[in-house]
């Protein structure tokens, strides 16, 4: 017993996933059972399959790891139904079971693995060809490993759930709510690591900082609901305007940034302008829009964060509001 609990112990302390405390019980199973097959199972009850998950077989009887038969054949499930978890002969109490025939299975041993929200995951099994006479106490070795299993399959699913919603959370703390598109920590995130790599690999990243003219008036005239669908359509297009590794993000109210790498400053601010300048339709407000200020800042040297790049760009983009009033005022 204390070489047992010695055993378990250590399989217990090293397993790191589902398979690697699976494998070492399976083994023990056969120690304290004296059943040459042990195996773990997964049931399937919407396609109506058990599925052998892992197996250790050591004699001549072999339960196939991978093996998928269906379930209403097989013994686990009489097992289940009648609450029999032992049985040293099956022909006796099963003999109409195929699977049982077909393996030459005459010593029987379940045990149902019940996770947390009390389903059934699958069963942990043994098997002989031969007449085997189990001791209760040996049963309920094999439930406590039972429980074992559905504890280990518990915790790597609440894992897996926490993994997820950790991976929802970020994308949600980096996304504007609005649009959909990266919000000013989403841009900074990605405008931090786009540089790193610039430095690292000798490249070159630009950087475009949009201002929508006359937004104010927009909101004053038609609305803040016509307001934010204006918002998401400029953001639609400019999401159509620029390259798929590009960054797009809202900074705050009515600016937008995006983030990219080489390229003609010129063209690329350009091509800003023209993806902002068209009609916009509200709901039932048609909106002429003439364009965006746009100021574009390409990375130096001198620049050693983000916010000094940001903030170049942003310089660029006053010099374009203030040409622009100017074009109007002196046309």
């Known amino acids: 017993?204390?070489?047992?609990?010695?055993?378990?112990?250590?399989?217990?302390?090293?397993?790191?996933?589902?398979?690697?405390?699976?494998?070492?019980?399976?083994?023990?199973?056969?120690?304290?059972?004296g059943l040459e097959s042990t195996y773990l199972t997964t049931i399937d009850l919407d396609r109506g399959v058990q599925h052998v998950l892992?197996?250790?077989?050591?004699?001549?009887?072999?339960?196939?790891?991978?093996?998928?038969?269906?379930?209403?054949?097989?013994?686990?499930?009489?097992?289940?139904?009648?609450g029999r978890a032992y049985t040293g002969d099956v022909a006796a109490c099963w003999g109409d079971s195929e699977a049982a025939q077909a393996l030459g299975i005459q010593t029987y041993l379940s045990q149902p693995v019940r996770v947390l929200d009390g389903s059934v995951y699958g069963t942990l099994c043994a098997a002989s060809d031969a007449k085997v006479q189990i001791q209760p106490d040996v049963l309920r070795v094999v439930g406590l490993f039972a429980r074992l299993v559905a504890h280990q399959i518990d915790s790597e699913r609440e894992m897996k759930r926490l993994k997820c919603l950790t991976a929802d959370l970020t994308v949600h703390a980096l996304t504007d709510p609005l649009t959909g598109i990266a919000n000013r920590r989403g841009i900074m995130d990605r405008?931090?690591?786009?540089?790193?790599?610039?430095?690292?690999?000798?490249?070159?990243?630009?950087?475009?900082?949009?201002?929508?003219?006359?937004?104010?008036?927009?909101?004053?005239?038609?609305?803040?609901?016509a307001g934010d669908l204006f918002l998401?359509?400029?953001?639609?297009?400019?999401?159509e305007s620029i390259r798929a590794n590009d960054v797009l993000g809202r900074y705050g109210g009515d600016e937008f940034v995006i983030v990219t790498g080489a390229g003609d400053a010129k063209?690329?601010?350009?091509?800003?302008?023209?993806?902002?300048?068209?009609?916009?339709?509200?709901?039932?407000?048609v909106i002429d829009y003439a364009g965006a200020s746009v100021g574009v800042a390409i990375a130096s040297p001198d620049d050693a964060s983000a916010h000094t790049l940001l903030s170049r760009a942003d310089g660029a983009m006053y010099a374009s509001k203030l040409a622009r009033k100017q074009a109007v005022l002196n046309p």
Request: charged residues 25%; contains cysteine.
């Open 1 to 33: 017993m204390n070489h047992l609990l010695t055993a378990l112990a250590a399989t217990v302390g090293d397993a790191e996933d589902l398979e690697g405390l699976a494998r070492p019980l399976l083994e023990l199973m056969e120690t304290v059972t």
């Open 267 to 285: 063209a690329f601010s350009r091509r800003i302008e023209q993806a902002t300048t068209g009609r916009f339709i509200t709901s039932q407000t």
């Open 232 to 239: 998401c359509q400029m953001a639609k297009k400019l999401s």
């Open 54 to 82: 892992y197996a250790r077989n050591s004699k001549a009887m072999q339960i196939p790891e991978g093996l998928t038969v269906p379930w209403g054949d097989t013994l686990c499930k009489r097992a289940l139904e009648e």
């Open 191 to 225: 405008l931090e690591r786009m540089l790193d790599r610039a430095r690292r690999e000798h490249g070159t990243v630009m950087v475009a900082f949009v201002d929508l003219d006359g937004f104010k008036r927009i909101n004053d005239q038609h609305g803040h609901e």
